[in-house]
Nanobody, 122 residues
Framework: QVQVVESGGGLVQAGGSLRLSCAAPGSIFSINAMGWYRQAPGKQRELVARIIRSGSTNYADSVKGRFTISRDNAKNTVSLQMNSLKPEDTAVYYC????????????????WGQGTQVTVSS
């Protein structure tokens, strides 16, 4: 089964940094967008950062200036550099890949990773 593979995450003190990485499935035709979402206990999943085909990015207001999303087109990967982490950044972070796959014709697919825990201690 096609999967999005995440890496990174862990436990860090407030003010520290972490880097998350995500690899889109190899068997894809193209990528429309890739991004990171997060879900804290008792809260809804929210967008953290996203990068689309053109290279344009958007960020949640709460992470602007602290987080940076980047991609490697050759490897179909996206990374999220998280600096100046705060306890409120604690959540499970999920990678999302909005891609096109070739079956008998191009089909748009939306894939999610299984999530990686980020915990920021005060």
């Amino acid at each position: 089964q096609v999967q999005v593979v995440e890496s990174g995450g862990g436990l860090v003190q407030a003010g520290g940094s972490l880097r998350l990485s995500c690899a889109a499935p190899g068997s894809i035709f193209s990528i429309n967008a890739m991004g990171w979402y997060r879900q804290a206990p008792g809260k809804q999943r929210e967008l953290v950062a996203r990068i689309i085909r053109s290279g344009s990015t958007n960020y949640a207001d709460s992470v602007k200036g602290r987080f940076t999303i980047s991609r490697d087109n050759a490897k179909n990967t996206v990374s999220l550099q998280m600096n100046s982490l705060k306890p409120e950044d604690t959540a499970v972070y999920y990678c999302n890949a909005d891609v096109v796959v070739l079956v008998s014709s191009p089909v748009r697919k939306d894939y999610w990773g299984q999530g990686t825990q980020v915990t920021v201690s005060s």
